[in-house]
């Protein structure tokens, strides 16, 4: 069974154009790379064929899973979601109460995810943890290194 995620337009688009890029640029690139080594003669012993053969596996291969993630991937209309409470595609920012360290983050799809902007997937332990809390709220949530506590300091609409 599939899993449905849910996307920005922008996180949308961004698939779109990676499986288009995939599936026009770099699909006849590695065939074209396979047919050179071929003219080079013997394939048993043809390093560079078998290379090509392998490179091509693996990007077909990223081809399907990036066309079911694509297929089973929902647009979002964020204008109908409830800021009250997190959800994906809050952006919320948070209190570590140990260090009294601030942070923000907007939860993403799991495809989405880019800590260094920001982006934390709604699927990570801390995304998890943050899902149906409010302003004022703690968050307790289970990290490999124990429990955490975030305070719930704002959420708003990415």
Known sequence: MSK??????????????????????????????????????????????????????????????LKEVVSNARIIDESLLDTSKILIHSKVKLKNTANNMEFVYTL????????KEGKLAVNSPIGKGLLGKQVGDIAEIQVPNGIMKFEILEISRA
Not at 16 to 32: F, T, Y
Not at 108 to 115: G, L
């Open 108 to 115: 993403v799809a799991d495809s989405e995810t880019n800590i």
């Open 4 to 65: 449905i995620s849910y996307y920005s337009e922008e996180g949308m688009k961004k698939l779109k154009d990676e499986l288009d890029r995939l599936e026009h640029v770099e699909r006849p690139r590695v065939s074209n790379d396979i047919a050179e080594a071929r003219d080079k003669g013997d394939l048993s012993e043809n390093a560079e064929y078998h290379a090509a053969k392998e490179e091509q596996s693996m990007l077909e291969l990223k081809i399907a899973k």
